[in-house]
């Protein structure tokens, strides 16, 4: 009873101070909503934060059972408020965006890599030793670019499992496999991670990123893996000892081989239709090449301003789901079992994240409205705002915000690409697409595969850290990395 009265009082003390807002409210209607928004109205976003990082650590099974709840909350605590300052209209119009724009995409582009790789499934005689470890995250590494980190995620974080079942000591591999292959392996092109993606929406050619975030690519991966395996050499020998100098036999025999392979396929299929959704812009029959309006349903108009679901969009997320469905009707049990595939990580996934993408509402569009006034020209100084906050808010408008920041200084005749919004300096660039990408490790919530990945882990009883606990290893051995990254690839430029 005490409890739920805490719960109470909490929402009370909240909704009170969010119920301020109606001042703000007043602004012309043409204000930006960043503008209108105190800076204290993220209060339900960084209370959705920290019932992620305290809540598992003051009382795990409550958490357990409650995260759908604990979403809910959060989103009330924001929305009732906010709808009673600024009305229902403009309440509707950002959850039209924040929920059919932004998470419906999102969690169905999860749900379909996590289907079409649950009957992927390697057979044969892996053992979680250094080598073999250190092979599986530099696989995983280069192949991210290409099939997404989430989709590199998830079709080596089993096999990473199974082959480290035996191990005692394994925490430290799936840190280090989230470090690489969920976020820094995705550098290189915008199939790699969706703030690339935005990027060339507006005009970034495919392989520029190749070109210019090659080397800061191939200096962190190395010198993880470097750690890693140094790390993993250590803890090998003690497992070793510990289980008398003899790996268990886990009945698996003969030569590595991969059953259902036909799940390529569907992987292939998803792929593709994110980059489509995004080329076929270009095309006239899918949006108006003079104004760059994609055509598409218009389902609510507030302000002035419409919400579009675009065909793209639309087809994009059937193909997905037709490529889900197929994955799950072509699969056999067995190999599902033997993934030990389950509903839990993406049903968790699922619930927690629609209550960040609620609530992370006004700490985008405050982001959006003042990002310009924050006093950013350094290419060091874009690393490091793009990098941090990306690292707590969604790393895809994060990148949006800082890129639109970035044309705003209207900078000319320096080395730079040429984009929808102008001409952008190359090492500004540089710096925003690496802080986007590169620092999404630094927490579980910085990009869509950390958490994912943790709770595969979990689900197959691996103790991960908890979420103040990940962000002590990413302080010890990212951080430091990301100094080294300004020292040599931003520190030295200015536009």
Known sequence: MQKKMNWQMLAVLAI???????????AAEHTPLGERLPVWSIIPFVGMLLSIALAPLI?????????????????????????????????????????LLDYVPFIILLFGLFCATGGIVLRGKLRGTPKVNVIILLIGTLIASWI???????????????????????????????????????????VGDP????????????????????????????ILLLIFFIMDSRA???????????????????????????????????????????????????????????????????????????????????VILLAAFLAMKTSSEKARAFNEFSWAPIA????????????????????????????LEHPAQFFWGTGLLSSFLDNTPTYVVFFTTAASLHAHDVPG???????????????????????????????????MVRSIAE??????????????????????LFIIDTLIFFLPYAY
């Open 16 to 26: 009170g101070l969010l119920c301020l807002m109606p001042e703000a409210a007043l």
């Open 59 to 99: 009382n795990a099974e409550w958490w357990e059972n409650n995260q759908g709840k604990t979403a809910i909350f959060w989103s009330l605590v924001f929305l009732v408020p906010f709808t009673i300052a600024y009305g229902p209209g403009e309440t509707i119009m950002e959850l039209f965006h924040s929920i």
């Open 148 to 190: 997404g980190t989430t989709g590199a995620a998830m079709v080596l974080i089993r096999p990473l499992i199974r082959a480290n079942k035996w191990r005692i000591r394994k925490k430290h591999t799936i840190i280090f496999f989230i470090f690489l292959v969920c976020n820094i392996g995705g550098s290189l092109t915008p």
């Open 195 to 222: 703030p690339l993606f935005m990027g060339f929406l507006r005009g970034v050619p495919f392989f520029w990123t190749l070109q210019h975030l090659w080397q800061p690519y191939v200096l962190n991966s190395a």
């Open 236 to 318: 090998y020998k003690k497992d070793l000892a510990d289980l008398g100098g003899k790996i268990p036999d886990d009945g698996e025999e003969g030569k590595l081989r991969i059953e259902g392979a036909h799940n390529f396929i569907f992987l292939g299929m998803i792929v593709l239709a994110v980059i489509l959704s995004g080329v076929l812009t270009k095309l006239p029959m899918f949006a108006d090449q003079a104004t760059g309006e994609v055509y598409g349903l218009q389902l609510y108009e507030y302000g002035g301003e419409i919400v579009t679901w675009t065909y793209l969009s639309i087809l994009r997320d059937v």
């Open 348 to 375: 968790e996934v699922a619930k927690l994240f629609i209550g960040i993408f609620i609530t992370m509402i006004p700490a985008l569009a405050i982001l959006g409205a003042r990002g310009a006034s924050l006093g």
């Open 417 to 451: 690409v040429m984009t929808t919004l102008g001409l952008m300096p190359e090492h500004i660039l540089m710096a925003i697409s690496a802080g986007a990408v590169f620092m999404g490790a630094n927490t579980y919530i910085g990009n869509a595969p950390n958490f």
């Open 459 to 480: 689900n197959a009883d691996i103790k991960m850290p908890s979420f103040f606990g990940y962000m002590g290893w990413a302080l010890v051995f990212l951080i430091p």
